[in-house]
């Protein structure tokens, strides 16, 4: 998901693709210790992810301001 698809979401649904990717992360980070995923890069790639949707929350709450 691009920044452009996550600007285009509404609230409400940037505060549940955040729920669905946070569990999908700590799931991810669940079974990689147990044992090595076959693409470790899917770890970075969620946690930017949710660093994206986190940015446009804090956008769209100081817009309110």
Not at 39 to 57: D, F, H, K, S, V
Request: glycine share 0%; no cysteine.
């Amino acid at each position: 998901m691009k920044q452009k698809e996550v600007i285009e979401l509404s609230v409400d649904e940037l505060n549940e693709k955040l729920n669905t990717f946070m569990k999908e992360l700590a799931d991810m980070k669940m079974s990689h210790a147990v044992s090595p995923i076959e693409n470790p890069l899917q770890i970075r790639n969620t946690r930017r992810l949710i660093a994206r949707i986190y940015t446009e929350l804090t956008r769209r709450k100081q817009e309110q301001e």
